[in-house]
């Protein structure tokens, strides 16, 4: 009996303990879908948060404006600007479903550690949501209503979710950027987001991002073009699909080649207290358009094309390895974590001036292509 | 667990021992079969020898009367009560023997005596008399539906057709419908009933035995087993629980049940009924024992597990992978008729974020005019569902359940409109009341039913972990019930791979060879292996 009472004893104890007490209605909580940190010129951190607003998304035909709204406090901190935010929410703000995280150029200047540690340590927000970088307030890059109805954080999220339809940016998520932030050496990398005006008056602004932005460990540097973006999404591994295109140097026809598949194998190297890397890309692509040189048909050989784009693809990695190595002083591919599993104890010695270290690295590349697919051959497309 | 795993390492082991003995089982079995009886003059001997081969069964009936020559001859018909018509027997055999010799002259009387079989030729011509000298020809004759005619001091039974014309008279199963099977379904006449189930399977076997129940009411039970494949522990238990109920009146069957049931105080059955014979039938064989109530239409079955609740009969007569996904769908639907409203409640009011975000919002925006709380909102369209669903049973016509659902509904699509409950809570009330249909045997379906509000209360005051807590509950409850000494949560737990070939999937017919080594300890075999049709290359070639 007196077991069976402990028993009982430690069953209610659990009821207690299951974090599961506060019960909250779903129509009562305010969805928060993105926030946006930046700085004012006093000192203090500002906070926007985009709610959503659920009747507008049920009801019919939403209006554009409609389905989410802006809030905007400032704080001592991070958290108590979110904290003030809650003066003025008129529901309590739910931090789970956040899809987007925009962090001001001024504050990733500084360093965006403490700001992250933040978010982690909330424990609402979910590890998945998307980190940009914004050059304008945030507030600018929430409150752009678009045609179609969608909240703008969603929009971003989805942008970054597709971003290997072209692979020339690279979005990381809170997972990665607190992993980023907390590693002493590693160096974070992520997307500018930007507004640009609308094609006609009648529509909007749209939301774009437009380079990659990377940093010295947390704090911001510099930005990287598309052709840059490319290459380090191909050192990367990140490389998902995308287009190259060059002109065909036997005919002038420009060729635009769509990689499939790409894979990059790193080779560190350690000699003579001499820091090496062996980089080896491998794509696969087909001919995916070809725009002739006077309309004249003709065969393509598809092994001087190959022997040609890897010329290309080789080119554009040296080049952007250069920049890192010679413009910027920053190992923003990451090199390190290569190095470290290979030479684990060297690399313990040398870690505190890596970067200095790689940008007097050795590094060759080599690119091996296949382009598999000939149907756009003679015929090109046509029938 | 450990429990568990010695379980199943014991099943392993057994079935490999099965293995070993299988072919020598049915040989057995038929030799024992095989070996040829032959009557003798002596017409008690052959009574008793009757007797013993039927299993003493008590739906035998043995008519002794005397054959009106000169000197009389001690007569009996053996028959089995229903199959037989009795009119056409007092017609055809008993009168023209009795009455009518009587009124021939009397050389006539006398000299006929002398010899048997002209006797018998002449008087009973129109059915067919036969003489059979082999006690098992005759025993079959009997279990057709014929009856046999044994004369004192004449080493031979006589066949004689006297089987009832089977036409379509039986109930039409009401609960258990089936399209492609028979239409017929037990009847409120315990004859009819027994009757039926003997023309399912005409064994000697087949034992039939009578008590009778009810101090005042006097009423006549029957059980009903295999006696060659049925434990006999069961058998005897079943007896023996029978026997204890010392009550003025038995009214029906479900009176009994709640008399014999392993569980009394469970909310889940631990007998099943069934009004099929041809539910019945198979499950005999599977070695389970059925109680026959008269004035019930209804049959028990036991020892019952919980697979039983999700077979139709139907699954038999489909193409087995139909039949699989109709049993996976009705195990599927049990767990959403017990969860499913617990799950929206929980996740609505605790566990936000486990939404997808577009669902997140969508929800939270037809909820927004509604102003209780989900449980509420649940539990109010649940007990309107309950009503309607009372409702419609008793509305004349079957078409009363299809009418509740449709009310259902429309009570939904109002009382959103009005702003009392938001439309994602009709969608899992209907959603979860369409699967409550689903299952043939409503009083399985009952106590998920009932489970299904406790798990509501738990899911609004604690979460997903409340559930889990119900769940848990629920399961530890079931693994721990038995039905006549065997595991009701069989095969899941203990797990049996080779019974659940038949009752979690459905194998085809030729892949389910063995009975389950739970209820029964022997004759484990009910066919032969290598039964999957093929055809060899030189039929093939034959064929073309």
């Not at chain 1, 006093?42 to 035909?61: C, F, H």
């Not at chain 2, 392993?12 to 003059?41: C, T, W």
Request: glycine share 4%.
């Amino acid at each position: 009996m007196r077991r069976l009472n402990m028993v009982f004893l430690l069953l209610v104890c659990t009821l207690f303990t299951s974090s599961c007490w506060s019960r909250r209605e779903i129509e009562n909580l305010g969805f928060v879908m993105g926030i946006g940190l930046s700085k004012t010129d006093k000192g203090l951190y500002m906070a926007v948060a985009q709610v959503a607003n659920p009747e507008a998304i049920a009801a019919e035909a939403p209006a554009q404006r409609d389905v989410y709204t802006v809030i905007k406090t400032e704080g001592l901190t991070v958290f108590d600007a979110l904290r003030n935010l809650s003066l003025l929410a008129a529901r309590r703000l739910y931090l789970a479903h956040i899809q987007t995280i925009l962090i001001d150029e001024s504050i990733a200047r500084e360093g965006i550690g403490e700001v992250v540690g933040f978010l982690v340590q909330d424990m609402e927000i979910r590890l998945s949501s998307q980190v940009f970088i914004t050059k304008t307030d945030p507030e600018d890059i929430l409150d752009s209503p678009n045609i179609l109805g969608q909240i703008p954080a969603s929009v971003l999220e989805i942008a970054a979710k597709n971003y290997g339809a072209n692979s020339k940016i690279y979005v990381s998520d809170l997972r990665r950027t607190v992993e980023a932030v907390n590693s002493p050496v590693m160096n974070y990398t992520t997307t500018l987001v930007e507004k640009i005006p609308s094609p006609t008056k009648y529509d909007k602004d749209r939301l774009m991002l437009t380079r990659i932005a990377f940093f010295h460990h947390d704090r911001l540097r510099g930005y990287l073009d598309y052709e840059e973006g490319q290459s380090f999404n191909l050192i990367t591994n990140n490389f998902k699909n995308g287009l190259i295109v060059f002109e065909y140097n036997q005919t002038g026809d420009k060729i635009t080649i769509e990689i499939l598949k790409a894979k990059t194998k790193i080779t560190p190297k350690y000699e003579n207290d001499k820091v090496g890397f062996d980089i080896e890309l491998k794509v696969q692509g087909n001919v995916a358009e070809r725009i002739t040189q006077r309309h004249q048909v003709h065969e393509l050989n598809i092994k001087s094309a190959q022997e040609q784009l890897n010329q290309v693809l080789e080119d554009k990695l040296r080049k952007a390895v250069k920049n890192a190595q010679q413009k910027y002083s920053i190992d923003y591919f990451n090199l390190s974590k290569d190095f470290s599993k290979k030479y684990p104890k060297e690399f313990k010695a040398i870690k505190t001036q890596w970067n200095d270290i790689f940008s007097t690295a050795d590094i060759h590349i080599k690119v091996e292509s296949t382009i598999i697919h000939s149907a756009l051959n003679i015929n090109r497309g046509r029938i | 667990m450990k429990g568990s795993m010695f379980d199943f390492v014991k099943g392993i082991l057994s079935r490999a021992g099965n293995k070993k003995h299988k072919v020598i089982s049915i040989d057995n079995h038929l030799s024992s079969e095989d070996l040829p009886l032959f009557f003798s003059d002596n017409i008690d001997r052959n009574i008793e020898m009757l007797h013993s081969l039927t299993c003493n069964s008590d739906d035998m009936v043995f008519k002794t009367f005397h054959i009106a020559t000169l000197p009389s001859m001690k007569a009996v018909v053996v028959f089995i009560e229903n199959l037989i018509d009795s009119s056409i027997l007092e017609t055809s055999t008993l009168s023209p023997l009795t009455i009518g010799i009587g009124e021939r002259p009397l050389e006539e009387r006398t000299l006929l005596s002398s010899d048997v079989e002209t006797l018998i030729e002449k008087i009973l011509l129109n059915i067919h008399p036969a003489f059979l000298s082999d006690v098992k020809q005759s025993m079959d004759a009997i279990l057709k539906g014929n009856g046999i005619l044994l004369i004192n001091g004449y080493p031979k039974a006589i066949s004689i057709d006297i089987s009832r014309l089977v036409g379509k008279k039986y109930a039409e199963p009401k609960a258990e419908k089936a399209i492609k099977g028979p239409q017929e379904g037990f009847v409120e006449d315990i004859n009819i009933n027994t009757a039926m189930i003997r023309r399912k399977i005409k064994s000697s076997h087949l034992a039939v035995k009578a008590l009778h129940l009810g101090r005042e009411s006097n009423s006549e039970i029957r059980i009903v087993y295999m006696d060659n494949i049925s434990h006999s522990s069961i058998v005897e238990e079943l007896l023996r629980r029978l026997n204890r109920i010392n009550v003025d009146g038995i009214m029906s069957s479900s009176n009994i049940e709640e008399y014999i049931t392993d569980a009394p105080t469970s909310l889940f059955p631990t007998t099943f009924y069934t009004e099929r014979p041809d539910r019945v039938a198979p499950m005999l064989l599977e070695g389970r024992v059925a109680i026959i109530c008269d004035g019930s239409p209804f049959v028990i079955v036991v020892p019952a597990i919980i697979s039983d609740f999700f077979i139709t009969t139907e699954d038999y007569y489909q193409n087995y992978y139909f039949s699989t996904l109709n049993r996976l769908l009705g195990y599927g639907g049990a767990v959403i008729l017990a969860f499913l409203p617990s799950v929206y409640i929980a996740v609505i009011t605790f566990h936000q974020e486990v939404i997808p975000t577009r669902l997140a919002l969508t929800l939270a925006g037809t909820k927004a005019g509604v102003p209780y709380p989900a449980f509420v909102e649940a539990l109010l369209m649940e007990v309107a569902f309950e009503a309607l669903r009372e409702a419609g049973i008793r509305l004349p016509t079957h078409l009363g359940q299809a009418v509740s659902i449709v009310g259902a509904l429309i009570i939904g699509q109002a009382a959103v409109e009005a702003g009392l409950v938001s439309p994602a809570v009709v969608i899992v009330v209907a959603a979860t009341a369409i699967f409550s249909f689903t299952m043939p045997y409503s009083n399985f379906t009952l106590s998920l039913r009932i489970i299904r509000f406790f798990n509501m209360a738990l899911a609004a005051t604690l979460g997903i972990y409340g559930i889990m807590t119900g769940a848990l509950i629920i399961a530890l409850h079931l693994i721990s019930l038995r039905s006549f000494g065997v595991p009701f949560m069989v095969p899941f737990a203990p797990v049996s791979l080779q019974d659940m070939k038949d009752w979690i999937l459905r194998f085809p017919q030729w892949a389910i060879t063995k009975r389950s080594s739970h209820i029964i300890k022997n004759n484990i075999n009910k066919k032969t292996d290598r039964l999957k049709p093929h055809s060899s290359i030189n039929e093939r070639k034959e064929y073309l």
